[in-house]
């Protein structure tokens, strides 16, 4: 009989079992939606402070920001 996983388990940085230890307390839907919207307004703020400090050292302007509008960013693949 065959092993189902031949691979050797996962190893977690520290930052990755701090979160794995605050997750395993969560008691409900209620607590891991507040987690999750604490985790995408912490990541949007840093996104907004990176996109700030692009715009003031002149690596951005509205001419790049409207182009991300119609950029496709997708991978290509071989046909």
Do not use: C
Request: charged residues 35%; negative net charge; hydrophobic residues 35%.
């Amino acid at each position: 009989m065959s092993q189902i996983n031949d691979r050797q388990p996962s190893v977690f940085s520290p930052f990755q079992l701090q979160m794995l230890e605050l997750v395993s307390r969560v008691q409900d839907q209620r607590e891991m939606d507040d987690i999750r919207r604490l985790l995408s307004d912490y990541f949007a703020r840093k996104a907004e402070a990176e996109i700030d400090r692009l715009w003031d050292e002149g690596l951005i302007d509205n001419t790049v920001i409207e182009g991300w509008k119609t950029e496709h960013m997708r991978t290509p693949y071989k046909q």
